[in-house]
Structures are given as C-alpha cells and as structure tokens.
C-alpha cells in the first residue's frame, strides 16, 4: 500500500505558474515497485483526464493540451513527483491527483480511491 498526497495548488492569473508535488509514502516493497508516476485532474462535470506520465528522465507523455506547458517530474531519492505548470490557462482550472504505477497497476485508478487531490484555479 501507499499513500499519495497531492500539495501545492492555489488561484493564479492566468499565464501564471504553479509546481505540484505528490509526497509518496508507506510500504517500501511498494514505492520500490513503482514504475511510473502520473498526474491526472478533474474539472467540474468533466472526466478524470490523464495530463502527465513519467516513466524515466527519457520517457515522459504529455496530454496534448499541457504539451510545452506542463513539465513532469521525479524525485525517487526523497519519494515525490511534480508537476510544474506554466502558461496556465482557465481551462486548466481543476482538481489535480497523482497517482502511482506499481508493477503494471496504476494503484488510485485501480483501487479508484483518489483523496481530496489539490485545487488549482486559474482566473482573473
């Protein structure tokens, strides 16, 4: 098992920036099986939507809305992933989660437990 808490959401202008973090903790065979991290955000009355994916320094995929704008990333040696988002846009307002692959499984997809996530608002 694991836990993943989302941080770092806030209301920015639009154009503004903003850096989410994901802190991941629990079992150790766990988190040393995750594979990839990933964020994914909910607007009202939209869909979970997929926005990032890493799976290594070299391999990362972008949503074609956030590509140029939206830079994944991770921290294996302090257990975290982030999300830095520039160029925001009120499209973007939404609420944010990550979410871990272990082995093959994403673990909040699967178990379809997602927590309160983070708010990011983007508004004049």
């Known amino acids: 098992q694991v836990q993943l808490v989302e941080s770092g959401g806030s209301l920015v202008q639009p154009g503004g920036s903003l850096r989410l973090s994901c802190a991941v903790s629990?079992?150790?065979?766990?988190?040393?099986?995750?594979?990839?991290m990933a964020w994914r955000r909910q607007a009202p009355g939209k869909e979970r939507e997929l926005v990032a994916t890493?799976?290594?320094?070299?391999?990362?995929i972008y949503a074609d809305s956030v590509k140029g704008r939206f830079t994944i990333s991770r921290d294996n040696s302090n257990n975290m992933a982030y999300l830095q988002m520039d160029t925001l846009k009120p499209d973007d307002t939404a609420v944010y989660y990550c979410?871990?692959?272990?082995?093959?499984?994403?673990?909040?997809?699967?178990?379809?437990?997602w927590g309160q996530g983070t708010q990011v608002t983007v508004s004049s």
């Open positions: 979410d871990a692959r272990i082995g093959s499984v994403w673990y909040r997809t699967s178990t379809d437990s």
């Open positions: 629990g079992s150790i065979n766990s988190i040393n099986r995750i594979t990839a």
């Open positions: 890493i799976f290594s320094e070299l391999r990362k």
